[in-house]
């Protein structure tokens, strides 16, 4: 069992859609959890970053932690074309310095 | 222009044909890191380095070398290469860890007849 599960979609939205995009994993010992957008041909960028529960929010983008489920989730809001692109998700357990990905979600964004 | 840069780009070579894929930052960052993904697979970590002389393994290291001499350059060696070293890489830098901004380069697609 791969240590980040996460759906590889692809998924198709029409533009002003809210969409949501997930991982779960099952190790108790991550605790830094981090959303990466990828277009395609480039390096990945990241998109938000956040550290043991709860949520964060940056725009339209908010970050979802539930440890207790091993659950996290990228809200985008209002989604629009340029959102078109691959999502990763990341993770880091406490006391280590390796990171673990999501083999990624392909997200379009129909106008 | 803060930046990472990998090269090749693109490279296409034979079976247990040594190569060297360079990567160089220019933010004086102290984290670097050597990804490779594959469909299906994601992302990948094989090497990373914390600081200069200071590197260890990933997720997947066999068959890859690394050496960090100075901070701004962290090369990944294949020195025998095989087939299922096909994949794209990807270089990248960090000011401080992994939770820090990472910074990717473009990537190098290898293909290893």
């Known amino acids: 069992q791969k240590e980040v599960e996460q759906d590889p979609g692809p998924l198709s939205v029409p533009e002003g859609a809210i969409v949501s995009l997930n991982c779960t994993y099952s190790n108790s010992a991550f605790q830094y959890f981090m959303w990466y957008r990828q277009y395609s041909r480039k390096g990945p960028e990241l998109l938000m970053y956040?550290?043991?529960?709860g949520n964060k929010e940056d725009g339209r983008f908010t970050a979802q932690v539930d440890k207790s489920s091993k659950y996290i989730s990228l809200f985008i809001r209002d989604s629009q074309p340029s959102d078109s692109a691959t999502y990763l998700c990341?993770?880091?357990?406490?006391?280590?310095?390796?990171?673990?990905f999501g083999t990624g979600t392909r997200l379009t964004v129909i106008p | 222009e803060a930046q990472v840069t990998q090269n090749p780009r693109y490279l296409i070579t034979v079976t247990g044909k040594k190569l060297t894929v360079t990567c160089s930052q220019n933010m004086n960052h102290e984290y670097m890191s050597w990804y490779r993904q594959d469909p299906g697979l994601g992302l990948r970590q094989i090497y990373y380095?914390?600081?200069?002389?200071?590197?260890d393994k990933g997720d997947v290291p066999e068959g890859y070398k690394v050496s960090r001499k100075e901070k701004r350059n962290f090369p990944l060696i294949l020195e025998s290469p095989s087939p299922n070293q096909t994949s794209l890489y990807f270089c990248a830098s960090a000011r401080e860890g992994w939770a820090d901004t990472q910074y990717f380069g473009p990537g190098t697609r290898l293909t290893v007849l």
């Open positions: 380095s914390m600081n200069v002389e200071v590197t």
């Open positions: 956040t550290y043991s529960s």
């Open positions: 990341a993770m880091q357990k406490t006391g280590a310095n390796n990171l673990f």
